[in-house]
């Protein structure tokens, strides 16, 4: 499957920004979908996983409340609705289908999208 990331920019603390990631192929429905950030000089940490139906989903404690993690598997599409946006949210934002093991590890991704950059500013 092949991710297409977009929706990132620059924007106020206390903003809002919606991403977006668009998979390839049909069998989008049958992946485990997440979102993961890399800020400079750190490693890629989990932002939010979401089950093959929407069922259930999953969020970084640091994003917790302010995070919305969505699908439309008619679309092959997974969303992050980023509310109440802080400084500490800024990086590249990776959007990823799992292939097996926990939604919090990078090892369990299969697949990567190209990043999209999210910078709030104070």
């Known amino acids: 499957v092949q991710l297409q990331a977009s929706g990132g920019g620059l924007v106020q603390a206390g903003g809002s920004l919606r991403l977006s990631c668009a998979a390839s192929g049909r069998t989008f429905s049958s992946y485990v979908m997440g979102w993961f950030r890399q800020a400079p000089g750190k490693e890629r940490e989990f932002v939010a996983a979401i089950t093959y139906t929407g069922r259930s989903t999953y969020y970084a404690d640091s994003v917790k409340g302010r995070f919305t993690i969505s699908r439309d598997n008619a679309k092959n599409t997974v969303y992050l609705e980023m509310n109440s946006l802080k400084p500490e949210d800024t990086a590249v934002y990776y959007c990823?289908?799992?292939?097996?093991?926990?939604?919090?590890?990078?090892?369990?991704?299969?697949?990567w999208g190209q990043g999209t950059q999210v910078t709030v500013s104070s």
């Open positions: 990823a289908a799992y292939r097996s093991g926990s939604v919090y590890y990078t090892s369990s991704v299969g697949y």
